[in-house]
């Protein structure tokens, strides 16, 4: 038998602090605690008016994705959902501004929903600030 040399493995920096390179994102949760997880993060870090609102949106978001079955929507359904998640524990969120780029990937839809709940959000405020406002409701014909 010839000698034959054995190459050895040797730690590469390749993705770690001292290289420059992101940490790999946390493992994705399955629905179900991810769900959970939001409505626990919105009881401890939420205020009653925005718990409400938060917990409707996060109900109405998961029962309108339960069927979905393109892999590809899921993960990002639910990495948006986690990302979320841990911006509301770490209180990163408050005045914090959405990314372009992800509001040039919104439909139509998506952007009316962010309307409305920027609305509703401001109609809280000046209801909760100002005692002489009136909520505005539309004309009736």
């Known amino acids: 038998m010839r000698a034959t040399r054995f190459l050895r493995a040797v730690p590469s920096s390749i993705g770690t602090q001292s290289s420059g390179l ?14 959970r997880r939001l ?3 919105h009881r401890k870090h939420l205020t009653p008016e925005l718990r409400v ?3 409707e949106y996060v109900k109405s978001e998961f029962r309108a994705h339960r069927d979905t079955e393109n892999p590809v929507h899921i993960v990002g359904f639910l990495s948006e959902w986690q990302r ?3 911006m509301i524990e770490g209180d990163s969120w408050r005045g914090e501004k959405m990314d372009k780029t992800k509001v040039d990937k919104m439909s139509d839809e ?3 929903q962010m309307y409305e709940l920027m609305q509703a959000i401001r109609e809280g405020e000046l209801a ?3 005692p002489e406002y009136k909520p505005h409701t539309p004309p009736t014909d």
Do not use: H, V
Request: no cysteine; proline share 21%.
């Open 53 to 55: 609102l938060g917990d």
């Open 39 to 41: 409505l626990r993060s």
């Open 84 to 86: 979320y998640a841990q």
């Open 128 to 130: 909760e600030n100002d």
């Open 110 to 112: 998506q952007i009316a």
């Open 22 to 35: 992101r940490l790999p994102p946390p493992a994705l949760l399955p629905p179900i605690p991810l769900y």
